[in-house]
C-alpha cells in the first residue's frame, strides 16, 4: 500500500495497517470476524491453533481473503473520491485482487492440486 493510500484512510484503519493478528480457532466464525473486521489488519498469521488439515486451512485462508475482499469493495464504493479515474479503477484494482494467485504453495505442499 502506498503512503497515499495509507493517508487516505480513517486514523484507527491506519494503524491497523500496522498489526499482523493471528486468529482464535480454525474458521472464520463470529469471533475472527469481528476480529478482523474491527482491526482491518495489514496481515494475519496462521499458528499451529488454526491448522487441522490441508483442506481445512485452504478453506481458512478463502474465507480471510473473501472477508477482507469484502471489506475492501465496501471501501471502493466510494471510489470517486478516493482514486483518480474513479470507480473504474476500482473495479479494475477490486478484479486484480479477487483474480490474485490463491495460495499456490499450499496445493504443492499438500498434494492437493
Do not use: H
Not at 42 to 58: C, K, S
Not at 86 to 107: I, K
Amino acid at each position: 500500500m502506498s503512503s497515499d493510500q495509507l493517508f487516505s484512510l480513517p486514523f484507527e484503519e491506519q494503524v491497523g495497517q500496522f498489526f499482523f493478528i493471528g486468529l482464535p480457532g480454525t474458521e472464520v466464525d463470529a469471533e475472527a470476524r469481528e476480529l478482523i473486521e474491527e482491526i482491518k489488519p495489514g496481515g494475519i498469521i496462521l499458528f499451529g491453533r488454526n491448522v487441522e488439515t490441508a483442506e481445512q486451512v485452504r478453506k481458512l485462508l478463502d474465507d480471510c481473503r473473501a472477508l477482507v475482499l469484502a471489506m475492501i469493495a465496501a471501501w471502493l464504493s466510494d471510489a470517486d473520491d478516493r482514486f483518480p479515474g474513479g470507480r473504474q479503477a476500482a473495479r479494475e484494482l477490486l478484479a486484480a485482487l479477487r483474480a490474485g494467485p490463491p495460495y499456490p504453495a499450499l496445493g504443492t505442499i499438500s498434494g492437493l492440486r
